[in-house]
């Protein structure tokens, strides 16, 4: 089985980061895809939307990167068939102090993962913190693909900028396949300046858009609280169908990116 390695950032908070990683996360095991979802955000808030005590847990992402524990040993089985975590807390914190003291820190992450090799995993999805540091840097240089949830507003927009200067340091510096795809999320139709942003942003990047888009959806907001994905909490919903349409595009994304010639 071969692992393909995605990482969730936008270094603007409040454009459903961690829901697209739960959301997504789910929607690609429903398709009967072994998905591990690591939660790289010391406000642990995708450990706690899967009904995790991030002060409880003792084996996390930050001990991958701090201590060296193998990657493996601090995944978590969750309720939902086929999706595994591995969980965040405070802790994790103490990655951005001391992982840039050490040489090559960039890679310590994919190291972490390709000692782990070969894992039951098709995907693993990583949730990146609010911020452009070590921990991020990290994840986007294990990475084959980054998704960016970004909101069809200025400030979201403005904040691209910064996403894609991170994306040629990286590419420069550590992972020069590294591939990205831009999600519109939190999507009001009826906003006259979402249609118009959102346009703007098609023009701009083209292809570097996912089609699918995220619409604003109350049932997304309760998923976390009752400790479950949408696409367990209301299948139904029209959150939960437009995450499982976007796991079908990034499945023949996938797929097609792997037909091509190296």
Avoid: W
Avoid at 18 to 37: F, I, Q, R
Avoid at 40 to 48: K, V
Avoid at 128 to 136: E, M, Q, R, V
Avoid at 218 to 237: A, D, F, N
């Amino acid at each position: 089985m071969t692992t393909y390695t995605i990482a969730v950032s936008n270094e603007k908070g409040g454009v459903a980061k961690t829901t697209t990683t739960l959301s997504l996360g789910a929607a690609l095991a429903e398709t009967d895809k072994n998905v591990l979802l690591i939660d790289m955000d010391p406000q642990a808030n995708l450990t706690l939307a899967l009904g995790l005590e991030p002060g409880e847990v003792t084996q996390t992402s930050g001990g991958i990167l701090v201590e060296s524990i193998p990657l493996m040993s601090a995944r978590k089985k969750t309720d939902v068939p086929n999706l595994d975590l591995i969980p965040s807390n405070l802790k994790t914190e103490n990655a951005e102090q001391y992982l840039p003291i050490r040489t090559n820190y960039i890679s310590t992450l994919r190291n972490a993962i390709s000692a782990a090799m070969p894992i039951p995993y098709d995907f693993i999805l990583i949730d990146c913190p609010p911020s452009l540091g070590a921990i991020t840097t990290n994840a986007l240089a294990a990475s084959q693909l980054l998704i960016i949830p970004s909101q069809a507003e200025y400030f979201s927009a403005y904040a691209l900028r910064n996403m894609m200067g991170m994306i040629r340091r990286v590419r420069e510096d550590s992972n020069p396949a590294l591939a990205y795809r831009i999600l519109i999320t939190l999507l009001d139709r009826r906003n006259r300046t979402h249609r118009n942003i959102h346009e703007q942003l098609q023009t701009t990047f083209g292809d570097g858009l996912f089609e699918t888009v995220i619409e604003i959806d109350t049932k997304l907001r309760e998923s976390p609280i009752v400790g479950l994905p949408i696409t367990s909490y209301r299948p139904s919903s029209r959150g939960s169908q437009q995450y499982q349409i976007l796991a079908q595009e990034l499945i023949e994304y996938v797929k097609e990116t792997r037909q091509q010639p190296a």
